[in-house]
T-cell receptor, first 115, second 114 residues
């Protein structure tokens, strides 16, 4: 079974600074997808960024980018120019072959953004 | 554009009571699923469905029942509630065929079992 590990329960960053959230995963598959989801205090889960394993280029969405290291099974999220609205729980998730929508989530990292 | 709608948003039950969490989506998504979220444990998959009439178990299916009679609806039933089922429940859907894996989530239902 696949597992997703987020070893940082909490992180803090100052406004306008950069922060990196870590995620590692374990799988025997070669083709899969990785995701970062954001959960603000409203509880709504929002997709931040998505990476396809067969693509070597790291995904980028505005201020959000990933460092995907397939051999190391590492998938970190970098948030640049942090804003107060970035404060939330961030979940790393994995989906493999077969049903692409069947996601396995990590335990989450709570990000605080300070002035 | 309603997206994924869950009801109720809050519910308090006594041990042994039964109830159904409703989930409906209006995006014609073929895939629907239920997750529970507990502190320090992330989201864990309870049951999922890849289409009407097809359901399967996830990681933590015990104590829960599902059915999928239409594309739009995917209710989650608790037959005999236990305190261990106190949690926040999320319904999610996606158009699985494009293999994007992007799930669209409801707003969650907080269930407390006394």
């Amino acid at each position: 079974a696949q597992t997703v590990t987020q070893s940082q329960p909490e992180m803090s960053v100052q406004e306008a600074e950069t922060v990196t959230l870590s995620c590692t995963y374990d799988t025997s598959e070669s083709d899969y997808y990785l995701f970062w989801y954001k959960q603000p205090p409203s509880r709504q889960m929002i997709l931040v960024i998505r990476q396809e394993a067969y693509k070597q280029q790291n995904a980028t969405e505005n201020r959000f980018s990933v460092n995907f290291q397939k051999a190391a099974k590492s998938f970190s999220l970098k948030i640049s120019d942090s804003q107060l609205g970035d404060a939330a729980m961030y979940f790393c998730a994995y989906s493999g072959t077969g049903t692409a929508s069947k996601l396995t989530f990590g335990t989450g990292t709570r990000l605080q953004v300070t002035l | 554009n309603a997206g994924v709608t869950q009801t109720p948003k809050f519910q308090v039950l006594k041990t042994g009571q039964s109830m159904t969490l409703q989930c409906a989506q209006d995006m014609n998504h073929e895939y629907m699923s239920w997750y529970r979220q507990d502190p320090g444990m992330g989201l864990r998959l309870i049951h999922y469905s890849v289409g009407a009439g097809i359901t399967d178990q996830g990681e933590v299916p015990n104590g829960y029942n599902v059915s999928r009679s239409t594309t739009e609806d995917f209710p989650l039933r608790l037959l005999s509630a236990a305190p261990s089922q106190t949690s926040v429940y999320f319904c999610a859907s996606s158009y699985d065929r494009d293999r994007s894996g992007e799930l669209f989530f409801g707003e969650g239902s907080r269930l407390t079992v006394l």
